[in-house]
């Protein structure tokens, strides 16, 4: 049967008709010519690491502790009782000081956090700020200097001692506490309870003991601070201390 090819003829014609009209609909003579467009360059950004936290590291010449990107532990309150504590060196940063917004530092800081201050969680609120502590790639300009003497360690202190001061502000609630250090930790945790605890009994008081290990308490420090060293395995409001060195240790 041949009765499609009529059909096809007048479908092709429809189909010519209709883009004939078509064609017809657009005025050329409104019609702006194409330009050329280049492509714009497209730069490409390096990859940032951010890390995550709704807060913006601080740039401020003291560290706002009210920015929650701040403290290495920030838990919420559901114990008793509250350890603040401050982690020992662990930057290697070549300036001299931590850099609280590098992700290696804060990872080293994150690690320690686990090895050590993590034995306190089930029983305590553990709080643990970030600081600028010194690092070990201070200059030292002689044998004789102290550590506590450079800059960057009284910077690392200053910031220990902000941090403690938000805590006890905002944080504590009136609850008991212990403060904890190791190394740097409880080199910056000495100078807190000598500027700070000597002339505040009540504060004193709410101390159940301070773990400053791995460095010298004075009998000084501790005059200034108004504590005592512990005697007993019960005693509170105390120092409990000890500082391990090698027989061939120097400086």
């Not at 560290?63 to 403290?71: F, H, K, L, R, T």
């Not at 060196?89 to 800081?109: K, P, Q």
């Not at 969680?121 to 201070?138: I, K, L």
Request: one cysteine or more; charged letters at 20%; aromatic letters at 10%.
């Amino acid at each position: 049967m041949t009765f499609w090819k009529p059909c096809l003829v007048i479908l092709l014609l429809i189909a010519a008709i209709c883009v004939v009209f078509s064609g017809g609909c657009t005025d050329e003579g409104d019609s702006a010519p194409e330009e050329e467009t280049e492509t714009p360059t497209v730069t490409e950004t390096p990859a940032v690491t951010v890390t995550p936290t709704e807060e913006t590291p601080a740039t401020e010449e003291n560290i706002d502790y009210s920015d929650s990107y701040n403290w290495l532990s920030l838990p919420g309150a559901d114990k008793e009782v509250d350890v603040f504590y401050v982690y020992p060196t662990v930057s290697a940063n070549e300036s001299g000081s931590m850099l609280i917004t590098d992700d290696v530092d804060r990872a080293l800081a994150q690690g320690i956090f686990e090895a050590q201050a993590s034995v306190y969680e089930p029983s305590a609120n553990v709080f643990a700020p970030y600081y600028r502590q010194m690092s070990t790639g201070v200059s030292m300009t002689s044998a004789d200097e102290l550590a506590t003497d450079t800059p960057e360690f009284k910077q690392g202190a200053t910031d220990v001692q902000d941090a403690f001061e938000y805590y006890i502000e905002n944080l504590n609630e009136g609850r008991p506490f212990i403060i904890a250090g190791h190394s740097q930790g409880t080199m910056a945790l000495i100078e807190l309870i000598k500027k700070r605890f000597g002339d505040d009994e009540e504060l004193r008081s709410r101390m159940v003991a301070a773990y400053l290990i791995g460095y010298t308490v004075t009998d000084d420090d501790l005059a200034q601070a108004g504590l005592t060293a512990a005697t007993g395995a019960n005693d509170t409001g105390v120092v409990v201390t000890y500082n391990t060195q090698s027989p061939t240790s120097v400086g």
